[in-house]
């Protein structure tokens, strides 16, 4: 088969690690192209490098903008490449501005899309997210569904006879990236290495970074913890901060550049607790049982609340009591699967294909 991957944010460059691996070892072409919403080595090259990602074949240079004209100015060059590369399948990941854009772009121009980590809802319309989900969703030939939840929700919406139940591609990679990690430390920013009891915090969805005042109260309710906060910066909160005129590094907050995926691992692994608005650090925080605060007042992975791994703390008057609760008696459940849902992805991919001639 002829595949390709359609990635642009951060978070996308880690699930597609595991089913590059996986599309090679299975000797089937992949082409991988680039929309450039992130662009910051940081946010980007890091992360081909550091997983071993092949490097993208086209990078759009799109960079950011407004919605619509990010979005757009995607559409028009995905919809060249795709045109020129006529692939099997053209794969889509996750629920940014690219997976939109990439999806519509496909399946206009009759190209096969299958979209890795279907289902996630919040039900949170004022989310960018939540209409990238939906919609790529409904356009996409093929769902690949990382948990029985996002199963559920595709079924209500009726789109059971083209959804799959594969696992996350996200625990694929985290496990063999705890290992590495585990048998040889990464390099870290000075506070993970220096300081033996802190919490790992990030901040970038629109809802907390866009408002001033809500910005302020979350990075004043930070810096007002009884324990030193490791805040990795997203370069959005470090422009919204910049904008609003606010100061990160105070208070018990230790500001970091954006950490490298084995960085971020290693830092979860040691942190007494996380605190986050991110989908994938709640995931990732519980399966590698560090207790997580979500600054959110939902969340698309509720398995991860189960047990208290997970606790929602939108109102920042909270935090500090959610923050510095005991660890949960049971440890967490595995509910996002095995670690080889690249593989059933791959065998769906082809077996669809076969079907489709
Ligand atoms: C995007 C996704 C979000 C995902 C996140 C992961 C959408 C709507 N949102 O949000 O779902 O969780 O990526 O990081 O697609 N910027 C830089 N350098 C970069 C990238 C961005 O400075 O390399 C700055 C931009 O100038 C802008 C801000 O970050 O100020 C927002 O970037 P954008 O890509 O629009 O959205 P994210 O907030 O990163």
Redesign the pocket.
Known sequence: MRLLSIVG???QFIKLAPLATAFQAAGHEHIIVHTG????VG??EVFFADLRIPEPDVNLGVG?DS?AA?TAAMLVGLEREIAAVEPTWAIVYG????TLAGALAAVKIHTPLAHVEAGLRSFNRRM??EH?RVASDHLADLLLAPSRVALENLRREGLEARSELVGDVMIDVLTRVRAAVEAEEPPLPAPVRDLTDFVLATI?R?ENTDKPARLAAIVASLAALDIPVVLSV???LA?RAAEHGLELAYGAIRPVEPLAYPALVASVLRARGVITD??GLQKEAHALGTPCTTLRSETEWLETLEGGWNVLAADVASLADVVMRPPPDQPPTAPYGDGQASERIVALLEEHARAAI
């Open positions: 944010a951060r978070p919403q992130h662009y910051d946010m980007s950011s919605h990010q629920d940014t501005n690219s960018p997210e990238n970038h629109a997203h370069p959005r422009a991110s989908g």
